[in-house]
Antibody
Framework: EVQLLESAGGLVQPGGSLRLSCVASGLTFSNEAMNWVRQAPGQGLEWVAMISGGGTSTFYADSVKGRFIISRDNSKNTLYLEMSSLRVEDTAIYYC???????????WGPGTLVTVST | SELKQPPSVSVSPGQTARITCSGDVLPTQYAYWYRQRPGQAPVILIYKDFERPSGIPERFSASTSGTTVTLTITEVQAEDEADYYCQSADNSGNFVFGSGTKITVL
């Protein structure tokens, strides 16, 4: 069974930085494209970023492009999201999710809350 | 690109619920459906327009017609009360989610 578990989020001031991680088990991690999806409080889902299995290709939503960096360490089965220049509107639960070609986002981690506030 | 869903749908137990998702990309991009129960992460219900992953009951089905895709839940149960999201991709290949529909079981 594939399991994903995000690291603890936290409270950060506007303009600050934070790195999230997501540890995967039950899969050949280096074969799988991985994603971050977020959900602002009481709002819908927003795709944030994707990285290919080998880590050579990355894709970002326009809302985070230039501020967030997705990366991975396949030797540690770990996905990362480096967030900088954080804004109040980045406050959300951040989920990591696996995505196989044409099979959708499955599974998802339980999510971690990031709060950007003074 | 935008995917539009009705904010809410109410249905009585044992009846059929239908949720629509409309978007210009849907004739050319696959649609996916997810269920999110309160306080939980989303779970995939449908992939590639109408395929059902193993473990998802046959009560969940989907169809497409032009720019609209529809998720149908038959024999609705109390446990189906949740938020439901459609998802596709825009013409740049970026992933997009619908606005979400809350199903209330009366």
């Amino acid at each position: 069974e594939v399991q994903l578990l995000e690291s603890a989020g936290g409270l950060v001031q506007p303009g600050g930085s934070l790195r999230l991680s997501c540890v995967a088990s039950g899969l050949t991690f280096s074969n799988e494209a991985m994603n971050w999806v977020r959900q602002a409080p009481g709002q819908g889902l927003e795709w944030v970023a994707m990285i290919s299995g080998g880590g050579t290709s990355t894709f970002y939503a326009d809302s985070v492009k230039g501020r967030f960096i997705i990366s991975r360490d396949n030797s540690k089965n770990t996905l990362y999201l480096e967030m900088s220049s954080l804004r109040v509107e980045d406050t959300a639960i951040y989920y990591c999710a696996k995505r196989e070609y044409q099979l959708g986002f499955d599974p998802w981690g339980p999510g971690t809350l990031v709060t950007v506030s003074t | 690109s935008e995917l539009k869903q009705p904010p809410s749908v109410s249905v009585s137990p044992g009846q059929t619920a239908r949720i629509t998702c409309s978007g210009d990309v849907l004739p050319t991009q696959y649609a996916y459906w997810y269920r999110q129960r309160p306080g939980q992460a989303p779970v995939i219900l449908i992939y590639k327009d109408f395929e059902r992953p193993s473990g998802i009951p046959e009560r969940f089905s989907a169809s497409t017609s032009g720019t609209t895709v529809t998720l149908t839940i038959t024999e609705v149960q109390a446990e189906d009360e949740a938020d439901y999201y459609c998802q596709s991709a825009d013409n740049s290949g970026n992933f997009v989610f619908g606005s979400g529909t809350k199903i209330t079981v009366l």
